[in-house]
């Protein structure tokens, strides 16, 4: 049971951690293109940014967590009966 609560709380981490890898993503490559229009550069205007993606993503990411937070490992002597 160990491994399954760290297993979801990885996942969960990893989702949301993604989901704001793309934000981060998307916001450098605007900036970048924001610079190089105004060196006077020729740029290829980016993709717009993709909320839709990320905040999908970070709503998924709270199942995992909420899963692995709700495990209840007990150590192995107080699930035996009372003598």
Sequence with gaps: MWFL???LCVLGLVMLMTSLS??????????RYRRRIAAGA????????RW???VALAFLAWAPLV???SIAVTAAAMNSPAK
């Design 5 to 7: 609560r760290y297993a």
């Design 22 to 31: 793309i934000i981060a993503n998307d916001v450098l490559m605007l900036i």
């Design 42 to 49: 020729v740029a290829l205007e980016p993709h717009p940014i």
């Design 52 to 54: 839709r993606t990320t």
């Design 67 to 69: 899963i692995a937070l």
